[in-house]
């Protein structure tokens, strides 16, 4: 036989209880003011680019893993040196960590020039890792800006090569090029610039 008719809709249930309220975490929320000013919550720091601090002139700034402000300051001075002579194999190949590979260059006079340095009352300075030294040259805008206000000290060349502490090879390092942007190796023995930080 044929389907009947469909019935009445029934009544609309009552509203069911209201659940328990979420839980709010706060985030980290960084902002970036008109002077450069970095912050992250009230603790991180309020160093900016360009700031001259600790015998040198800031010219990366990170927020770290700890929720603080960290970065890397260039020394207000430079020179000129060979990497190392004669070029023997020193395991200095880290392209992030500057420090480390400095500890490891021998009968260097790159490494020498700057583990000589005192300024701000620092003894901690080191030639720039390859990485170090591309922040650098990407930030030169900020550094020399700064240089360009300090009395006796010297601007970035936008025309140099600076060695980095990255070795690529026993008789090679890796230096950055300021006037092309660019990292590249030669020799050794080669004079370049170097820049502490």
Request: aromatic residues 14%; negative net charge.
């Given at each position: 036989g044929a389907q009947g008719p469909m019935g009445l809709i029934g009544a609309t249930g009552p509203t069911g209880a209201t659940g328990p309220a979420g839980a709010y975490t706060a985030g980290t929320n960084i902002t970036i003011s008109a002077s450069n000013v970095i912050s992250a919550n009230s603790s991180a720091g309020t160093h900016y680019l360009g700031e001259e601090f600790g015998g040198g002139v800031?010219?990366?700034?990170?927020?770290?893993?700890?929720?603080?402000?960290?970065?890397?300051?260039?020394?207000?001075?430079?020179?000129?040196?060979?990497?190392?002579?004669?070029?023997?194999?020193?395991?200095?190949?880290?392209?992030?960590?500057?420090?480390?590979?400095?500890?490891?260059?021998?009968?260097?006079?790159?490494?020498?020039?700057?583990?000589?340095?005192?300024?701000?009352?620092?003894?901690?300075?080191?030639?720039?890792?390859?990485?170090?030294?591309?922040?650098?040259?990407?930030?030169?805008?900020?550094?020399?800006?700064?240089?360009?206000?300090?009395?006796?000290?010297?601007?970035?060349?936008?025309?140099?090569?600076?060695?980095?502490?990255?070795?690529?090879?026993?008789?090679?390092a890796y230096y950055f090029n300021f006037n092309g942007g660019y990292a590249a190796a030669l020799n050794k023995s080669s004079t370049y610039s170097v820049r502490a930080v």
């Open positions: 800031i010219y990366h700034l990170y927020i770290g893993s700890d929720g603080l402000q960290h970065g890397l300051i260039v020394n207000k001075s430079e020179s000129t040196a060979v990497w190392q002579a004669p070029g023997t194999t020193t395991n200095a190949t880290r392209s992030w960590d500057g420090a480390h590979n400095t500890g490891l260059m021998t009968s260097s006079a790159a490494a020498t020039y700057v583990n000589a340095l005192t300024d701000g009352g620092n003894t901690d300075w080191y030639l720039p890792s390859i990485d170090e030294l591309s922040f650098l040259w990407q930030n030169r805008y900020f550094v020399n800006k700064a240089l360009n206000s300090i009395s006796g000290a010297t601007l970035l060349t936008n025309t140099a090569n600076y060695w980095s502490s990255t070795e690529y090879y026993t008789t090679n």
